[in-house]
């Protein structure tokens, strides 16, 4: 039989497989929901042992634990590292929901529940193409199945470390970004790092009455407020100095598509200047992610006497994270009004990637997607970061790192009515195993 076919053959168990993963409310985020992360992950390992993988076991680093699987590769074959995520995001508000968030509802064409397309529709796509060689892949394969991805992966370095000889790899395959359209797949080849700050004001010792002492005494709130529309210039572009920017983007992202995807209100003006698939890929962001303020239904007369805001940049594929958080601090600092004092803390910050899809290896992976979706893959950016795929690069010299996707523009990934289209999953899965067997045909 072809692969294509044992690939049809495969897919029924394969959907009711991720239909029981997305019954697992596994959201890393949520305390009360640990006991369900562990349960994914043993959920996602007895799949793993049951489709025959030599080699299964749970791996940490003083974390969620990571599910790691290994097919050792034939003599002369590569090995091929399938990476993908079980935790999921909060689903928030579920009464907006049309269907229960837990519960995998099938309904035109597409699988709605939380993590169907982010990421347990990833997790789906590489049982898939492994049972399609009936557990004995053509080439070595290797799976991290990772479970505090959407916690921004807080230990994955010290795992990288700890794990460094079972998480090497020839090929590696990132199932966690997002198609060019539906029917269209992209590959992704730019990703943008990120580095965030928390930053304090404070201009009072306390609180004070804004009747009495409001005019001369400056308040911490409308402090903020002015130091954070310092990021962003009369344009919308960041005004941070020093972040790399480029307007090189190799496809064409038109208004139109951009304005219906992120569901623009009419009339409201899109930010920056240049393509604006250089925006959202080549260029950096400043986002206001949270400000300490009183609710309205708490409202007092008060003068603000501290407040905090936590600002997070994205930044260029070629940026250096530590360069670029010292442009944002020297920012800040030369911004701050009215004589505040400033308290400045800076957390996590990844390097982003470029990646070429020049040699053999990569034409093998456009090859395949061809193959299965009758179009070419796009080679697109993402505005958003995968530092796992910075450290896959850094940590392996020479190895290929492919961002891959079941996500499409329509997915509502992190959003209600998160869905997972079912034709494009079917072809992702056959893209998969196709991938894997023209490695194979590469190496001999």
């Given at each position: 039989?072809?692969t294509?076919?044992?690939?049809e053959?495969?897919?029924?168990?394969?959907l009711?497989d991720l239909?029981?993963?997305?019954?697992?409310p596994?959201?890393?985020s949520?305390?009360?929901?640990?006991?369900?992360?562990?349960?994914?992950?043993?959920?996602v390992?007895?799949?793993l042992?049951?489709v025959g993988?030599?080699?299964?076991?749970?791996?940490e680093?003083?974390?969620k634990?990571a599910?790691?699987?290994?097919?050792p590769a034939p003599?002369g074959?590569?090995t091929?590292?399938?990476?993908s995520h079980?935790d999921?995001?909060?689903?928030?508000p579920?009464?907006?929901?049309?269907t229960?968030p837990?519960?995998?509802?099938?309904?035109?064409g597409?699988?709605?529940?939380?993590?169907?397309?982010?990421?347990?529709?990833?997790?789906?796509?590489?049982l898939?193409a492994?049972?399609a060689?009936?557990?004995?892949p053509?080439?070595?394969v290797?799976l991290?199945?990772?479970?505090?991805?959407?916690v921004?992966s807080?230990?994955?370095?010290d795992?990288?470390?700890?794990?460094?000889?079972e998480?090497?790899?020839?090929v590696?395959i990132?199932?966690?970004?997002t198609?060019?359209?539906?029917?269209?797949p992209?590959?992704?080849?730019m990703l943008r790092?990120v580095?965030?700050?928390?930053?304090?004001?404070?201009?009072?010792?306390t609180?004070m009455?804004?009747?009495?002492?409001g005019g001369?005494a400056?308040?911490?709130?409308?402090?903020m407020?002015?130091?954070?529309a310092t990021l962003?210039?009369?344009?919308?572009?960041?005004?941070?100095?020093?972040?790399?920017?480029s307007d090189?983007?190799?496809?064409?992202?038109?208004?139109?598509r951009?304005?219906?995807e992120?569901?623009?209100?009419e009339?409201?003006?899109?930010?920056g200047e240049g393509?604006?698939?250089?925006?959202?890929w080549?260029k950096p962001?400043?986002?206001?992610?949270?400000m300490?303020a009183?609710?309205?239904k708490?409202?007092?007369?008060i003068l603000?006497s501290?407040?905090?805001a936590?600002?997070?940049?994205?930044?260029s594929p070629?940026?250096?994270?530590?360069?670029?958080?010292?442009?944002?601090r020297?920012?800040?600092l030369?911004n701050?009004?009215?004589?505040a004092?400033?308290?400045?803390?800076?957390?996590?910050?990844s390097?982003g990637?470029?990646?070429?899809?020049t040699?053999a290896?990569?034409q093998?992976?456009?090859e395949?997607?061809?193959?299965?979706?009758?179009?070419?893959?796009?080679?697109?950016?993402?505005?958003g970061?995968?530092?796992?795929?910075?450290?896959?690069?850094r940590?392996n010299?020479?190895?290929?790192?492919l961002?891959s996707a079941v996500?499409?523009?329509?997915s509502?990934?992190h959003?209600?009515?998160?869905?997972?289209?079912?034709?494009?999953?079917?072809k992702?899965?056959?893209?998969?195993?196709?991938?894997l067997?023209k490695l194979?045909e590469?190496?001999?």
């Amino acid at each position: 039989m072809t692969t294509r076919t044992n690939v049809e053959q495969v897919l029924p168990g394969v959907l009711d497989d991720l239909r029981r993963l997305v019954a697992i409310p596994s959201v890393s985020s949520l305390t009360e929901h640990d006991d369900d992360v562990l349960a994914a992950a043993d959920e996602v390992a007895r799949l793993l042992q049951e489709v025959g993988a030599p080699e299964v076991r749970l791996i940490e680093a003083g974390g969620k634990p990571a599910v790691y699987a290994h097919f050792p590769a034939p003599a002369g074959q590569p090995t091929v590292l399938l990476y993908s995520h079980y935790d999921v995001q909060p689903t928030g508000p579920r009464d907006q929901w049309a269907t229960d968030p837990f519960v995998a509802t099938e309904r035109d064409g597409r699988l709605r529940g939380r993590g169907t397309a982010d990421d347990k529709g990833g997790v789906a796509v590489h049982l898939a193409a492994l049972r399609a060689f009936d557990g004995k892949p053509p080439v070595g394969v290797k799976l991290l199945i990772e479970g505090e991805e959407e916690v921004g992966s807080p230990t994955m370095h010290d795992l990288l470390d700890r794990y460094a000889d079972e998480l090497a790899a020839d090929v590696f395959i990132i199932a966690d970004g997002t198609n060019w359209d539906v029917g269209v797949p992209a590959l992704t080849t730019m990703l943008r790092g990120v580095i965030d700050c928390r930053v304090t004001l404070q201009t009072l010792e306390t609180p004070m009455h804004s009747g009495a002492f409001g005019g001369p005494a400056p308040d911490a709130l409308t402090a903020m407020c002015r130091l954070m529309a310092t990021l962003h210039d009369e344009h919308g572009n960041v005004a941070v100095e020093g972040l790399d920017a480029s307007d090189e983007v190799p496809v064409d992202y038109p208004e139109e598509r951009f304005r219906a995807e992120s569901g623009m209100l009419e009339g409201v003006e899109l930010l920056g200047e240049g393509p604006i698939a250089a925006r959202l890929w080549t260029k950096p962001t400043a986002t206001v992610l949270a400000m300490d303020a009183t609710p309205v239904k708490d409202v007092s007369n008060i003068l603000h006497s501290s407040c905090r805001a936590v600002v997070s940049c994205r930044i260029s594929p070629t940026d250096d994270p530590v360069r670029a958080t010292e442009a944002l601090r020297r920012h800040l600092l030369a911004n701050v009004p009215w004589g505040a004092r400033v308290e400045l803390d800076f957390g996590r910050h990844s390097g982003g990637s470029l990646v070429e899809l020049t040699d053999a290896r990569a034409q093998a992976v456009v090859e395949a997607f061809r193959e299965s979706f009758g179009v070419d893959p796009v080679a697109a950016g993402t505005g958003g970061s995968i530092p796992i795929v910075g450290e896959f690069v850094r940590r392996n010299e020479g190895a290929l790192v492919l961002v891959s996707a079941v996500v499409d523009p329509y997915s509502r990934m992190h959003g209600i009515d998160e869905s997972l289209g079912l034709d494009d999953f079917r072809k992702a899965c056959l893209a998969e195993a196709l991938m894997l067997e023209k490695l194979a045909e590469g190496a001999r």
